[in-house]
């Protein structure tokens, strides 16, 4: 199904693709790796900032891939992936899988989860899912997956942000009591 208006030109000319990353740069995202295996073990995967939850009844979630990807292709055919969800100290890792060639995960240690798709050692959660929609939607194509299993480690999300890495930083907000008292 292809979602993408009939317009090819947005309403206000002056939106580049330039600024338009820009602008929705300022907006963190998580860090997510997909993987999978195919039929001969080969390990596969790829990185998404767009991963986010979609359903909690039933539990989906959905994430975006650019339509050009060439890891995207291989991965589709499996039906089912894991969403790895990065740690902050896994930015090797998110470099190695956002290349392109069978050499992405040389190197990188993992287990097989219950859908025999790679969790990533280190990663804060991992979410199996079996893909049950696939949309096009301009440059893109969002991926629905139901949510078959899910586990978490320990740590903190790996972020970023308008072109660089982060972490994510808690804002105290102080207490009634504590404004009253100032």
């Known amino acids: 199904m292809d979602i993408t208006p009939a317009t090819e030109k947005t309403p206000d000319t002056d939106i580049t693709p330039a600024f338009y990353r820009q602008v929705l740069g300022k907006l963190p995202t998580g860090v997510t790796a997909i993987t999978g295996v195919n039929d001969d073990k080969e390990k596969l995967g790829l990185v998404v900032g767009t991963f986010q939850s979609l359903s909690l009844e039933p539990p989906l979630v959905m994430f975006c891939v650019d339509k050009s990807s060439s890891s995207w292709p291989k991965l589709r055919k499996l039906k089912n992936f894991t969403a790895n969800i990065l740690a902050d100290d896994q930015i090797p890792i998110c470099r190695s899988l956002s290349r392109k060639g069978p050499e992405k995960f040389e190197g990188l240690p993992s287990t097989d989860g219950p859908l025999g798709t790679p969790h990533l ?16 939607v301009g440059d893109h194509y969002m991926v629905v997956g139901a949510v078959t299993h ?8 790996l972020l970023f942000r308008g072109g660089k890495f982060g972490q ?15």
């Open 121 to 136: 050692d280190g990663a804060i959660a991992y979410i199996d899912c079996v893909v049950t929609a696939e949309i096009v």
């Open 168 to 182: 994510y930083q808690p804002i105290e907000i102080p207490t009634e009591a504590a404004r009253s008292a100032s």
């Open 150 to 157: 899910m586990a978490e480690g320990s740590g903190d999300a």
